[in-house]
């Protein structure tokens, strides 16, 4: 059994992926601090799965830690790497935060990649390295746009680092774009919780139907879009972890045509707000409370993937709707407070 690093491993997408991971037959590995999940998460993949992962309460930023995890453990095949700090308008608050949890943390990985030969690697990127794109669907060979955020450029940096590791070194690398996940476990045993006033748009829908928050405010009509509102490419939150070990077998297998290779991990299909919200309201019978609002600052108009390349060459396709997604989300948050 091959043993697998997780970090970020408690956090929304890293648990659904370390679920994906061990129905696979890896042996897990989490690295987490906490800071942006429970410990919840970790008895969730235990029921999901009957099998408890590793853990280790870590935080990437302490590279004695990081390095001193390394020499304890060194029988890993391979790490794929999700923690990071993820919201937009916080890291424009708060820019050194990202630059030393985003930034500083990939070194320090790949530093001990090198030091003990972990040559397989797998990095959580964003759709959001594309910023307004000239043309959708986006192709990987879009320009990277300057980016609209501190976030968004802690992702195209840490791409260049990637990439200049990989250039010099034995790590073979796999960037994942990520479009916009959405969706929680089947069995509601993990999901998304988002602390504080959600951002995201699914998160603030469930959130108001469940009583939360009083009304959902969608960002603008008046985009040149068929119903006004921005479009994105909503991607269940299983399938983008299936995404995962599809591309760890890849490399681990040595079938990847380039020592760095990069996919978007999207749908391909686009949605508009409106749309979302509808579908909601089809899936759950129940009316959302919401109203048209100014647009919000830094929203692109129509971002969707092109998935060609993941479809061909990885041999992975989103399986799931947005219907299925939308019911998990609410199944999910029906949970969390107790709504029957
Ligand atoms: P998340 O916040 O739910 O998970 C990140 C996890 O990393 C959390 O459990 C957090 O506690 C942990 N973590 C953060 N800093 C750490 C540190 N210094 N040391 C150890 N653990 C640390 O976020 P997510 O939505 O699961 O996102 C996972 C990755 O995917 C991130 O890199 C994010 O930027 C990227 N991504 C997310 C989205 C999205 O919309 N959710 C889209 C594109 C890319
Ligand atoms: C989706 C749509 C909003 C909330 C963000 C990050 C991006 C990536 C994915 C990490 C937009 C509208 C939202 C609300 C609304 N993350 N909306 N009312 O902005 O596409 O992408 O998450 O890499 O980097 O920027 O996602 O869910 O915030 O918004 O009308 O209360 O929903 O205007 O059109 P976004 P989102």
Redesign the pocket.
Known sequence: MKKILV??G?????SHTVVELQNSGFEVLI???????TLDALQGITNITSVAPAFEK????VKADVSDFFKRHQDIAGIIH?????AVGESIEKPLLYYE?NVS?LVYLLQECNIHKINNFIF???CTVYGEPDAVPITESAPIKTAMSPYGNTKQICEEIISDTCAVSDVRSILLR?F??IGAHHTAELGELPSGVPQ?LVPFITQTAAGLREQLRVFGNDYPTPDGSNIRDYIHVVDLAKAHVISLKRLLSEENASDLEVFNIGTGRGSSVLEVIHAFEKVTDQKLNYKIVERRAGDVVSVYADTVKANNVLGWSAQKTMEEALASSWKWEKKVRNIT
């Not at 690295?31 to 999940?37: H, P, Q």
């Not at 999700?82 to 993820?86: I, T, V």
């Open positions: 970090t970020g408690l956090g929304y997408i890293g690295i987490d601090n906490l800071s942006n999940s870590l935080d990437l930023r999700f923690a990071a700090s993820k949890n943390t959580s990127s964003s990520y916009n996940p995201n």
